[in-house]
Structure formats: structure tokens, C-alpha cells
């Protein structure tokens, strides 16, 4: 028993237990996987300014592009001074913690300016949408924050 608790031992086993440890954090970082925002995101980095572009050109409209979340669906009120002259709206789902909840959602356009959209496939999670549409010669970009 004498030779087990001498201070050279005590800490040759506090060592090994701090190797041990090291070991186990190691273990778990590699079983989180490391997720970026998208796939592709240095290309959408080098088309960044056509976003700012886009954001520049919504401003006018900023107050008037509102979205109401109802029970399962969310609706998009776009003016439509702004609506006629649309000729393509996309919605994409960017889920703040699981990519595999990241949804593109392609919007037919009509002549009422209220788009409603079903929210029961999503899942459970923060979202942010981003709502992006084109007249043929500007573009329109606009973000809203979403709990489902």
C-alpha cells in the first residue's frame, strides 16, 4: 500500500487520467459533424453584391413585404405595385441548426398579392427565410426569422 500512494505515482495516475480524458474529448468532437451555411458557400460569397444590390432595391418596399404566421401556413403579402411586375419568387429555408431541414420553395406568382404557404413538412426548429424575386431586370431580396 506504501508504494501505491507514493507522489510519483499519484501523479503518473493523474496523467494517464488527463490522456484519458484528452482522448474522450477528442472522440466526441469527431462525432459532431461540422456544418457550413450552404454546400456552396464560396460561390455565393463571390455573388454577394448582387445581394446587396437586391436588399438596396427592396427598400422601398420593405415595410410593405410582410409575413403572418398563422397555425401550419405563413403568408406572404408582397404590395402589388411590386407584385405585377414579378416574373419569378423563390422562398429558401435556411434551418439555423440541421442542413438537412434546408428547403427551396419555388412561389407561383398570381395577381392576388397574398401567397400562402404550408408549413406542416417542415420541421420542428428556428428558420430563417429568404425570400428572393426577380422582375426580369432587378432583383428583390428580403429576410424574416421564423419558429415553427
Known amino acids: 500500500m506504501k508504494k501505491i500512494s507514493h507522489p510519483g505515482n499519484i501523479v503518473l495516475i493523474g496523467f ?11 472522440y466526441g468532437c469527431t ?12 460561390e455565393q460569397e463571390l ?10 432595391n427592396t427598400e422601398i418596399y420593405s415595410d ?7 397555425q401550419y401556413e405563413i403568408i406572404i403579402s408582397i404590395p402589388s405595385s411590386l407584385n405585377k411586375i414579378l416574373t419569378s419568387a423563390n422562398l429558401q429555408l435556411y434551418n439555423y441548426s440541421d442542413d438537412k ?21 417542415w420541421g420542428k426548429g428556428n428558420y430563417q427565410l429568404k ?18
Open 16 to 26: 494517464g487520467g488527463l490522456i484519458l480524458f484528452m482522448c474522450y474529448l477528442v
Open 31 to 42: 462525432q459532431n459533424p461540422s456544418v457550413m451555411v450552404s454546400k456552396n458557400y464560396y
Open 47 to 56: 455573388k454577394y453584391q448582387g445581394l446587396i444590390d437586391a436588399r438596396t
Open 64 to 70: 410593405s413585404i410582410l409575413l403572418q404566421k398563422q
Open 101 to 121: 431541414k434546408d428547403k427551396t420553395i419555388h412561389i407561383s406568382l398570381h395577381e392576388a398579392s397574398l401567397y400562402t404557404i404550408n408549413t406542416t413538412q
Open 131 to 148: 425570400l428572393s424575386m426577380n422582375s426580369g431586370t432587378k432583383q428583390y431580396y428580403k429576410e424574416f426569422t421564423f419558429s415553427n
